[in-house]
């Protein structure tokens, strides 16, 4: 009875997962990765020799990006929205991930007013499937680096 009850568990708790992954219960899955444990992170920031933050980190089949802004001329929001999502497409391709696999994304706007053009540059960047996402504008001060835009996320292998 015990077994069984643990065998039903796992296969409910697979289940649960491909819906949550947007995968229908009758999907051909590919063979996953075994979980791991062990923390992965990539090229990480240091400042006077101390570790600050590392621009990506996996741990099992998750995979955590770093805030990334545009720190270049123009400062132009369209430009800076480029910037940034080449970016961060670019540590998803190194951490083993893609910009379909993102599930959240985070954008910090150094102004609300430049939600519309962001928005357009944004747009279908993620496939058909786009992740759920927050968008804010900075209080005073701004996005650091004078970024006109940040944006970070979560994205599975």
Same mark, same amino acid.
């Given at each position: 009875?015990?077994k069984?009850?643990?065998v039903l ?5 697979s ?24 923390k #992965? %992170?990539g090229?990480?920031t240091?400042? $006077?020799? !101390?570790?600050l933050?590392? *621009?990506?980190? @996996?741990?099992g089949?998750?995979v ?10 123009p400062?132009e929001?369209?430009a800076?929205t480029? #910037? %940034? ?5 670019? $540590?998803? !391709?190194?951490?083993?991930s *893609?910009?379909? @696999?993102?599930?959240k994304v ?5 102004d609300?007013a430049?939600w519309?053009a962001?928005n ?16 804010v504008?900075?209080?005073?001060g ?7 835009v940040?944006m ?6």
């Amino acid at each position: 009875m015990e077994k069984r009850r643990s065998v039903l568990k796992k296969m409910l708790a697979s289940v649960a997962g491909l819906s949550l992954l947007g995968v229908s219960k009758n999907a051909a899955a590919a063979p996953a990765a075994p979980p791991t444990d062990e923390k #992965i %992170v990539g090229d990480v920031t240091t400042f $006077q020799q !101390i570790p600050l933050f590392s *621009s990506f980190t @996996k741990l099992g089949n998750m995979v955590f990006i770093a805030g990334v802004g545009a720190h270049v001329e123009p400062f132009e929001i369209k430009a800076h929205t480029e #910037i %940034v999502l080449k970016e961060l497409e670019k $540590q998803l !391709i190194k951490a083993g991930s *893609s910009m379909e @696999k993102v599930l959240k994304v985070n954008v910090y706007l150094d102004d609300i007013a430049n939600w519309p053009a962001m928005n357009e540059v944004y747009g279908g960047r993620f496939g058909k499937n786009p992740p759920v996402r927050t968008t804010v504008a900075v209080a005073k001060g701004g996005v650091p680096g004078n970024s006109l835009v940040e944006m970070d996320c979560i994205a599975y292998i």
